[in-house]
C-alpha cells in the first residue's frame, strides 16, 4: 500500500473557473427584491496533541499547533434561488516545524445551488466540494485533525446539472437532464476525471391508481488514467395503488457498464418488485427484491418519527466508483436527521432549517455521521450498505446514535490501482468490509452553554488479504457563546487504532480551544 505525503502547502487541485457559471447565471435570474447574504467570519483554534501524526509509541511526536481559519459563507432563499456556499482557509503554525506529514495550509469549500430559471419549464441545479478525503481504508482515520496530511489528500468536485422539466395536461411528467461534473485529486495513481451525462424520462403524476415510469441515463465518462468509457441504463416500470397508503410496483431494465470486468460481463437485464407502504405522515416503508446482472438485488428505506424521535434504516445495493461517492455521498446526513427531529415542534421548514443551522453551530456536530471511507480506487465496484440513525430530543438534551455495514466488492481489473498500491498489495480493495457506530450526546446547560460527549468506532476489513483497521476515538466538550457572534469551544480527544501497516497500535491524546466569529 502506498500513501505519500501531502504537498504540505494544501494547494491540491483547483476549482476551474467555468465551475463558477451556476452561480452568476443564478444571480442573474434571482428576483430583484432578493437579499444575497455575505456571512465573512474567523476562528483561531489553539491544539495541543501527543501524536500529531497517529503513529506507534516509538515514533509519536507532540505538538502545539495554531489554526487560523478566516471564512465566508453566502445564503440565499427565495421562490427562485436556493444557494448556501461556504469557504473556509485555515493557517497553520507548528511549535515544531519539522514534523513530517503536516499541512501549512488548506481549504475548505461546500457549495449547493438550486434555481428556477423559468417557471415550470427550466431548472439549474450545481454544487462544488473542496476538502480532505482518506487516500486508504487501512490507515489511521481520525476527524478534527484538519492540519494532519497523513493518509489524506485534497479533493476538488463540481457538478452543474440544468433540467428541463414540464408536466403535460393529460398529468404526464416529463424530464430532460444533462450533467457534467468533475472529480480532482493531487494523488498520484487516482484517475482525474470528468463526465457528461444525460438522463431522460416520462412518469404518471404521483397518487394515481395505475402508475407507469420511463427513465434512461447515458454517461461519457474521460479518465486520465484509464481512459474513455459509456455506460448506460434503461428502467421500466408499473404501479398499482391496492389502497391509499400501500402501492405494488415492478420494474425491468438494462444495465450496460464499460469496463473489464473480472468475471467477463459488465451488463445485463435486471428486474426488481416491491412495495411502497405509508401508513401515516410519520412513517413510511418501501422495499424491493430482483436480480441485477451480477446476481440478486436488495433494497430497503424505513422511516419513522414521533414528537421526541426520529428513526431511519436504509439497505441499498449499487454498482458504484469512488467518484460517484464523491459527487453524491451515501452518508448519513446530520442536518437531515436533525431536520426530521425538529419537525413536530417547528412545522415551517424554512424556520426550520434556521433552526438546524443554528444547533450544529452551537454544539459542533459532524456534517455526517458514522460512515465508511470512500477511499481512492480507480475500479468499479459492488458497493451493499446498511445505515441506520436515530435521534432522541429530549427537554435539555439530544442524543443521535448512527450506524453503519457496508461491503465493496471489486468489479472491474486490479492493474487500474496498480500505481495507488503497488504489486505487493494489489488485491487490497478486492473485497473490502466496512463496519462501524457513533453515538452523539448534547446536553444545554444554559441557554448559551453546551456539553457534549461523543464516541465513534469503525473497522475495515480485507477479505482478501486479512488485513485489518480499528479506529475509535471518545470526544468531550463544552461549548458557549458570548455573544450573538461570538462562539467559544473546548475540547479534550482520545483517539486509538491501528498504526500503518498493521501489528501496531497508535494512541493520541489531544486539547483545543477555539474562537468563532462572525462578522
Given at each position: 500500500m502506498t500513501i505519500t505525503m501531502a504537498d504540505r502547502s494544501g494547494a491540491g487541485p483547483a476549482l476551474p473557473a467555468r465551475a463558477l457559471l451556476p452561480l452568476l447565471v443564478a444571480l442573474a435570474c434571482a428576483p430583484a427584491s432578493a437579499e444575497l447574504k455575505f456571512i465573512p467570519g474567523v476562528t483561531l483554534t489553539e491544539t495541543w496533541t501527543d501524536n500529531v501524526n497517529?503513529?506507534?509509541?516509538?515514533?509519536?511526536?507532540?505538538?502545539?499547533?495554531?489554526?487560523?481559519?478566516?471564512?465566508?459563507?453566502?445564503?440565499?432563499?427565495?421562490?427562485?434561488?436556493?444557494?448556501?456556499?461556504?469557504?473556509?482557509?485555515?493557517?497553520?503554525?507548528?511549535?515544531?516545524?519539522?514534523?513530517?506529514?503536516?499541512?501549512d495550509n488548506n481549504r475548505q469549500l461546500q457549495a449547493n445551488l438550486k434555481a428556477r430559471v423559468v417557471d415550470e419549464l427550466l431548472f439549474l441545479d450545481a454544487a462544488a466540494m473542496r476538502g480532505q478525503q482518506a487516500i486508504s481504508a487501512f490507515a489511521p482515520q481520525v476527524e478534527g485533525a484538519p492540519y494532519s496530511s497523513f493518509n489524506r489528500t485534497e479533493v476538488s468536485t463540481w457538478r452543474v446539472s440544468p433540467y428541463l422539466a414540464h408536466r403535460l395536461g393529460g398529468g404526464t411528467d416529463l424530464m430532460l437532464r444533462y450533467t457534467r461534473d468533475s472529480v480532482q485529486t493531487n494523488q498520484q495513481g487516482y484517475g482525474n476525471t470528468h463526465a457528461d451525462s444525460v438522463t431522460a424520462s416520462a412518469s404518471s403524476r404521483p397518487g394515481v391508481r395505475l402508475g407507469w415510469n420511463l427513465r434512461y441515463d447515458r454517461q461519457h465518462l474521460v479518465d486520465k488514467l484509464a481512459g474513455d468509457s459509456v455506460s448506460t441504463n434503461e428502467m421500466a416500470g408499473l404501479s398499482y395503488r391496492v389502497q391509499p397508503s400501500l402501492a405494488v410496483r415492478a420494474a425491468i431494465g438494462h444495465d450496460n457498464y464499460d469496463y473489464h470486468a473480472l468475471g467477463g460481463r459488465s451488463g445485463g437485464g435486471n428486474w426488481n418488485i416491491g412495495f411502497d407502504w405509508t401508513p401515516s405522515p410519520r412513517t413510511s416503508l418501501s422495499a424491493s427484491t430482483g436480480h441485477r446482472y451480477y446476481g440478486q438485488s436488495h433494497a430497503l428505506n424505513a422511516l419513522h418519527r414521533s414528537r421526541h424521535t426520529v428513526w431511519s434504516f436504509n439497505y441499498d445495493e449499487a454498482v458504484t466508483t469512488t467518484r460517484s461517492q464523491f459527487l453524491l455521498p451515501a452518508t448519513i446526513d446530520t442536518a437531515d436527521l436533525l431536520d426530521r427531529l425538529f419537525m413536530p415542534n417547528i412545522p415551517d421548514p424554512v424556520a426550520r432549517r434556521q433552526a438546524v443551522e443554528a444547533y450544529l453551530r452551537a454544539t459542533g456536530l459532524p456534517a455526517s455521521l458514522a460512515e465508511n471511507v470512500n477511499y481512492l480506487s480507480n475500479r468499479y465496484m459492488l458497493q451493499k450498505q446498511f445505515q441506520a440513525s436515530a435521534g432522541f430530543n429530549g427537554a435539555h438534551s439530544m442524543l443521535l446514535l448512527s450506524l453503519f455495514d457496508t461491503r465493496r466488492t471489486a468489479l472491474s481489473l486490479q492493474q487500474t490501482d496498480s500505481q495507488l498500491l503497488g504489486s505487493h498489495l494489489s488485491n487490497l480493495n478486492d473485497d473490502v468490509r466496512m463496519k462501524g457506530a457513533a453515538a452523539n450526546f448534547n446536553y444545554s446547560l444554559s441557554s448559551r452553554s453546551q456539553a457534549s460527549v461523543s464516541l465513534t468506532s469503525s473497522r475495515s476489513n480485507s477479505l482478501s488479504t486479512g488485513l485489518k483497521q480499528d479506529n475509535r476515538a471518545l470526544r468531550v466538550g463544552l461549548s458557549r457563546r458570548f455573544q450573538r457572534k461570538l462562539y467559544g469551544s473546548v475540547e479534550a480527544r482520545h483517539a486509538k487504532g491501528t498504526a500503518i501497516g498493521g501489528g501496531r497500535t497508535y494512541t493520541e491524546n489531544a486539547v483545543s480551544a477555539s474562537l468563532s466569529l462572525t462578522l
Open positions: 497517529l503513529a506507534e509509541p516509538a515514533l509519536a511526536r507532540r505538538e502545539w499547533i495554531t489554526d487560523l481559519a478566516p471564512s465566508f459563507a453566502l445564503v440565499e432563499n427565495n421562490r427562485r434561488l436556493q444557494l448556501n456556499a461556504s469557504y473556509q482557509f485555515h493557517v497553520y503554525n507548528y511549535s515544531d516545524k519539522t514534523a513530517p506529514n503536516i499541512y
